[in-house]
């Protein structure tokens, strides 16, 4: 992967338009995290069912002092693919809840040394149709850990998102894909700070990812049909803005539940699920020939997410963690073999690769929300792993330097946690949670989760998309935010 030189990303962050904040901006000043106490029979957090107003199926809660057996007897069709915003079962301290495209540094031709014998007939180069190469995926970091984030928040107004689980940038920073809950396809685009639908599917489609392409020609986006029980992959085209159905790629009688490309970028793997029993799937794809080279193995849990980092002899892996009734931990190593996790952990529903590709980070929902870590092949679960209280989903930003760790509502603010590079004491893991969350513009109640984070490439600025879905919450947010002492977009 190339590395971006200070020079060129300070050119490129002047070259793009400021990450402006809107009229409901807020700053919130951070704090350490209180060290809350470790109780691993704290109710779980369980994940989402499909994107039914009724009451969400359960998943059962795993304490990290044992984990399950196997699968159980009765499980849920298909696993789940979100946060479930249902009551909790019992009482708790709070509720349940790539790449920048580098401008060119000098003309694409340098002037002639002397002058031309006749004048050209057409100019001697054409001007630019589309990117002119892979940008970085993860820019220069500044040596040493960053200083905490000083974050800001700005809501963009938006009447017709439920539930987003979603939300993906193109490479350039220009504009990011945001996922309703089921059917529509929204773009956010960066200059105007507006949010427009620009495709639909069918009412019967739950989304669950999207991610773009390293060249940022395509956009992978997966979902699973609730009424034909199977799993569809869409095509997002960048140059004409148009959304097709991979036909010949659905997967009958099973979810799809993650994609993501190796570090360098040159391999993609496909997560896909079943149940009764539960089986975990992983497939190479390309967006042109589709899945191939699938591996698969029966897991204790339904499994949910996957992400790139190292096996013991610093070659690619694929993490999966599995946290449907019960818990799974395991990875797809250089040789191909599925490796399980052996030491006790709790429900593990998320991850994220720091996108250097050497380690990647996952949240235990069902244990107050402690920090795993995968890295060289070996799964780090320790009792002591540091606490995120209410948090489940985490996503690096491009730098590698930081991380968000998001969670839902609780005593007014909308949950979400620092981490910093290789900073795993519990007091380096900072509140930052945004402000107010209660109150208008957000409105927010109990129910409502935040989904997924998207970091925009190059900068230390994002979106945040989440909400509810339930007989009594029907909410959706879009939400900028900004780290006001990081790396700035300008």
């Known amino acids: 992967m190339r590395r971006l030189v200070p020079a060129l990303v300070a050119i490129a962050c002047a070259l793009l338009s400021a990450c402006a904040e809107g009229p409901n901006a807020q700053t919130f ?73 580098s401008p060119d540094v000098s003309p694409d031709v340098s002037p002639d040394v002397s002058p031309d014998v006749s004048p050209d007939v057409s100019p001697d180069v054409s001007p630019d149709v589309g990117i002119d190469a892979v940008v970085d995926v993860a820019p220069d970091v500044p040596p040493g850990p960053v200083d905490p984030g000083v974050y800001s928040f700005a809501i963009v107004p938006t009447y017709n998102l439920l539930n987003p ?9 220009d504009y990011a894909l945001v996922l309703n809950n089921a059917n529509q396809v929204f773009r956010f685009d960066r200059v105007s ?16 990812t999207v991610v773009f392409t390293p060249d940022g020609s395509k956009a992978v986006l997966l979902g699973n049909d609730t009424t034909a029980k199977e799993g569809r992959i869409y095509l997002w085209d960048h140059a004409t803005s148009l959304l097709a ?37 992983l497939w190479q ?66 991850i994220s690769a720091r996108p250097q590709g050497d380690y990647a980070l996952a949240i235990c929902w069902s244990c107050n929300s402690k920090i795993y870590r995968f890295e060289q092949g070996a799964w780090q679960v320790p009792y002591s792993s540091p606490l995120v209280q209410g948090g489940y989903q985490i996503g690096f930003s491009t730098s590698g330097a930081r991380a968000l760790v998001l969670g839902g509502t609780f005593n007014t603010k909308g949950q979400l946690y620092e981490y910093r590079h290789d900073l795993m004491a519990q007091s380096e893991i900072y509140d930052v949670s945004i402000p ?22 190059g ?24 780290v006001d002492n990081g790396i700035q977009c300008n």
């Open 285 to 350: 794809f390309d967006v042109t020939a589709g899945r191939s080279d699938v591996k698969a193995t029966n897991s204790a849990a339904g499994c949910q997410d996957m992400a790139w980092a190292t096996d013991q002899f610093d070659q690619p892996a694929v993490a999966v963690v599995c946290g449907v009734n019960g818990v799974d931990l395991m990875h797809l190593n250089g040789g191909g073999q599925f490796v399980k996790n052996t030491a006790n952990a709790g429900n593990t529903s998320r």
């Open 29 to 101: 000043v951070p704090g350490p995290t209180e060290d809350a106490s470790d109780d691993p029979t704290d109710d779980a957090k369980p994940p989402d069912a499909a994107p039914d107003v009724a009451s969400d199926t359960k998943a059962d809660a795993l304490p990290e002092a044992s984990a399950d057996a196997g699968p159980d007897v009765a499980s849920d069709a298909a696993p789940d693919s979100h946060p479930d915003v249902a009551a909790e079962v019992g009482t708790d301290a709070f509720p349940d809840s790539p790449p920048d495209v």
């Open 193 to 208: 700070k507006t949010l427009s639908q620009v495709a639909t599917t069918a009412s019967t489609l739950a989304w669950r």
């Open 165 to 173: 689980p979603a939300v993906a940038w193109h490479p350039s920073g």
């Open 436 to 457: 107010n969350f209660t109150s208008a513009p957000y409105n927010a109640d109990t129910a409502v989760e935040l989904n997924d984070v998207g970091w925009r490439p």
């Open 245 to 281: 159905d991979m036909a010949t790629e659905h997967f009958a009688g099973g979810t799809y539940e993650s994609i993501a490309w190796s570090a360098n970028g040159s391999v993609a793997r496909v997560l896909g699920a079943k149940a009764n029993p539960y089986i975990a799937y």
């Open 459 to 482: 900068c230390d600025s994002g979106l945040i998309v989440g909400g509810s879905n339930t007989m009594s919450s029907q909410k959706g947010y879009l939400i900028q935010f900004s």
